[in-house]
Nanobody, 125 residues
Framework: QVQLVESGGGSVQAGESLRLSCKAS????????MAWFRQAPGKEREGVAS???????RHADFVLGRFTISKDNAKNTLYLQMNNLKPEDTAMYYC???????????????????WGQGTQVTVSS
């Protein structure tokens, strides 16, 4: 399993931005699928964005145009740039990884064998 450590969360006002980071314990070049999920209190964990390799990016409809997933293989780090944050974006954000490509199954928690501990994002109105 890959060890994943998230950082970059915090408390912001609506309309502001944050960038989350996820540092992997091995070369991200060799990890087939990496993703961001989030979980708000009382709700199920949901997929936010994923990358298959370096070129196939997917974003959930509710973050299209606001969030962008990216990866820096030189730093073995996955990012989530979050702009125009809304109160409904408040959640614990998790990084996930798997050595298989996720494809259309990227939103399924069961598609990933490695998870980070999460970083809290709180957006106030």
């Amino acid at each position: 399993q890959v060890q994943l450590v998230e950082s970059g969360g915090g408390s912001v006002q609506a309309g502001e931005s944050l960038r989350l980071s996820c540092k992997a314990s091995e070369k991200t070049f060799g990890i087939s699928c990496m993703a961001w999920f989030r979980q708000a209190p009382g709700k199920e964990r949901e997929g936010v964005a994923s990358m298959d390799g370096d070129a196939i990016l997917r974003h959930a409809d509710f973050v299209l145009g606001r969030f962008t997933i990216s990866k820096d293989n030189a730093k073995n780090t996955l990012y989530l740039q979050m702009n125009n944050l809304k109160p409904e974006d408040t959640a614990m954000y998790y990084c996930a990884a798997d050595h298989r490509f996720c494809g259309s199954q990227w939103t399924l928690v069961s598609s990933y064998t490695s998870w980070g501990q999460g970083t809290q994002v709180t957006v106030s109105s």
